[in-house]
C-alpha cells in the first residue's frame, strides 16, 4: 500500500481544521468514516490486505459497495448517511484539488431516513432536574447553575463549558457563546439563572488550581474558565453529561434525559410560549431555518391541547349535539 489515500485523507483534515474552523467533534467524525473507507478500499472482507486503489479507481459503483458493507454489518441509517456524506465531502475536496476529476460520491443516494423528533421534558420534569441537586454544598450550587444554563440559554454542552468569567455578562442576563465554526452569539438567560451563577460563583474560587512558576515560585490561577471540576480544572463535556445522568437517576420519574435533551426542551417550551422560529434559530444557533424547524412538528401535540381546550366545537364534553 503506497499511502496515497491516507495522505489525502490527512491533508483533508487539515483542510477542515485550519480552512473550514470545523470544531474537534466533526473532524473526529471525518476521520473516523474516513479511516474506515481507507479500510474497506485496502482490506478483504476476511481481514486481509489488499493493494490500494487509484484515486481514478474510485467510482460510485466502489462507493455504494462500500455503504452494502455497511448494510451487511447492520449499522443505523443515520451512521450509514453521515458516513456517505463524509465520503462525499472528502471526494469533492480531491476534486477540487485536481486530485480526481469528477466527485464519483456525487450521485450515491442517501439512506432515507427515519422521522425521529427530538426528545423533550414536561415543564414540572425539568423543574423537578434542576432544582435536584443540593446547594447546601459547593459541588451542588455548581450543578445547580449548570442546570439552570442549560434550560435557561439553550446552549450545547460543549458552549457550556467552554464558557469564561468575561463571557458572562449578570447586569444584562446575557451571556456569550463560541458556537459551531467558532460563530458568536448572545443568548439571553433568565433570573432563575442568573441567581444560581450568582451562588456558584461565589463559591468558585475555592476550587481554582493554583501553579507556582518553576523559576519565580510565583502563582497564579489557571484558567477563566466558569465551571470546574473537583481539581480545579475546566470541566468537560462528558463530566456534564455524567452529572445530568446523575441528576436523572435521583428522579422517581424514568426519564431519557442527557444534557442535550435540555435544549430541546429550551427551544420547545419557548415554541409552545409563542416565540417565532426566526428568533428560536438566532437562540440556538441554527445555520438553517429548516433545523429549527423540527421542533413545530414536536409542538403539534401542544396545540392540539390548546385546540381542544378553547374550540366550543373541539368536543362534545356535556353530551349534547
Wanted: charged share 25%.
Amino acid at each position: 500500500m503506497d499511502g496515497t489515500l491516507l495522505i489525502w485523507i490527512e491533508k483533508y483534515l487539515d483542510y477542515l481544521r485550519f480552512q473550514r474552523n470545523a470544531s474537534s467533534h466533526t473532524i473526529r467524525n471525518y476521520a473516523s468514516d474516513l479511516q474506515q473507507f481507507l479500510q474497506y478500499l485496502t482490506h478483504t472482507p476476511e481481514g486481509e490486505q489488499r493493494p490500494e486503489p487509484e484515486l481514478e479507481q474510485i467510482d460510485n459503483l466502489t462507493i455504494r459497495e462500500f455503504l452494502g458493507t455497511l448494510y451487511q454489518k447492520r449499522n443505523k441509517k443515520s451512521s450509514i448517511a453521515r458516513k456517505l456524506a463524509s465520503v462525499r465531502s472528502f471526494m469533492k475536496f480531491l476534486s477540487l484539488q485536481e486530485a480526481i476529476g469528477t466527485n464519483p460520491a456525487r450521485n450515491v443516494v442517501s439512506p432515507k431516513q427515519e422521522s425521529r423528533l427530538p426528545d423533550y421534558m414536561a415543564i414540572d420534569s425539568v423543574v423537578s432536574l434542576v432544582e435536584s441537586p443540593d446547594t447546601g454544598t459547593d459541588l451542588g450550587k455548581r450543578d445547580r447553575a449548570i442546570l439552570e444554563l442549560l434550560y435557561a440559554a439553550g446552549i450545547r454542552v460543549g458552549e457550556l463549558v467552554g464558557l469564561n468569567l468575561g463571557d458572562i455578562s449578570m447586569d444584562e442576563g446575557l451571556v456569550r457563546v463560541l458556537g459551531k465554526g467558532s460563530k458568536e452569539r448572545i443568548v439571553p438567560f433568565g433570573e432563575r439563572a442568573r441567581e444560581s451563577l450568582e451562588t456558584y460563583l461565589k463559591v468558585r474560587g475555592k476550587r481554582i488550581r493554583i501553579k507556582r512558576e518553576p523559576q519565580s515560585g510565583m502563582r497564579h490561577s489557571e484558567g477563566e474558565a466558569v465551571f470546574l471540576n473537583v481539581r480545579g480544572g475546566r470541566l468537560t463535556a462528558r463530566s456534564v453529561w455524567n452529572i445530568v445522568d446523575r441528576y436523572v437517576g435521583r428522579l422517581a420519574q424514568r426519564l431519557k434525559v442527557h444534557p442535550h435533551t435540555l435544549r430541546h426542551t429550551f427551544a420547545t417550551h419557548m415554541l409552545n410560549a409563542g416565540a417565532d422560529l426566526r428568533t428560536i434559530q438566532e437562540l440556538l444557533g441554527h445555520e438553517s431555518l429548516s433545523t429549527t424547524q423540527k421542533y413545530t412538528h414536536v409542538s403539534v401535540e401542544h396545540l392540539i391541547k390548546v385546540y381542544e381546550s378553547c374550540h366550543p366545537r373541539a368536543g362534545n364534553k356535556s353530551g349534547k349535539s
